[in-house]
């Protein structure tokens, strides 16, 4: 359990720091998005914490304790995962071990932010950013305009999905989400285009909606 702990207590701090970005998706979903060198320059600062074992902690734990205590699931959480094979004895053991974990998620990563951008995207009935994806590519010749001098630009693909708020116990099942793709290429006045309009919002709600509690 005290591993449990440090490895909450560490996402805490990465959280806090922007090096881990909690990502509410829908009501069935919750990721935990970070560039990978990044997290690995913070974690050789904690040598005790194994990368694999803290993203396996995060991705198969965390997110689904934090779902279920919003969504108020906590119970079939519970027996859904304790094993039906086990004698009562180790069933007590397995619940108590299970309820101290989410109490310990409760105590340090459920706050306003978190309990509010999952209400938004459980209520939503516009689409959702769920994920993003890009490439860099180049193009040298096109059939209307003829050779073109080394045309670099990056085709991004934004993935969306619905907030899934008639399925209360769809985190149990990772394939009820529908994709939506929008794809665009972007040339480099594109991107930088993206970088203004996105930190004046980012300026904007970080004043409106204040530090987390």
Do not use: C
């Not at 194994?50 to 734990?61: D, G, P, Q, R």
């Not at 619940?95 to 974990?101: D, G, I, Q, T």
């Not at 999952?118 to 994920?131: A, D, G, R, T, V």
């Not at 991004?156 to 708020?165: E, G, K, Q, R, V």
């Amino acid at each position: 359990m005290d591993k449990f702990e440090n490895i909450t207590k560490l996402l805490k701090e990465l959280i806090d720091s922007k090096v881990i970005i909690p990502q509410p998706i829908n009501a069935n979903d919750f990721i935990f998005r970070y560039e990978d060198k990044q997290l690995e320059k913070a974690l050789e600062k904690h040598p005790s914490i194994e990368k694999k074992n803290f993203l396996n902690v995060l991705n198969k734990e965390i997110s689904r304790y934090i779902l279920a205590i919003h969504r108020d699931t906590l119970e079939v959480l519970i027996r859904f995962t304790l094993e039906d094979d086990a004698d009562q004895e180790k069933i007590k053991e397995q619940e108590e071990e299970l309820r101290a974990k989410i109490g310990i998620v409760q105590k340090y990563l459920i706050n306003e932010n978190i309990i509010n951008s999952l209400k938004l995207k459980i209520s939503s009935k516009n689409y959702l950013l769920k994920n993003l994806d890009w490439e860099l590519n180049h193009k040298s010749f096109d059939s209307f305009h003829g050779t073109l001098e080394s045309l670099k630009y990056v085709t991004l693909d934004l993935i969306s999905t619905t907030s899934n708020a008639d399925a209360p116990f769809g985190f149990f099942n990772p394939f009820v989400n529908s994709d939506k793709h929008l794809i665009l290429n972007l040339t480099l006045e594109d991107v930088d285009y993206l970088l203004m309009e996105l930190n004046k919002i980012k300026k904007v709600i970080t004043s409106e909606q204040g530090p987390s509690v």
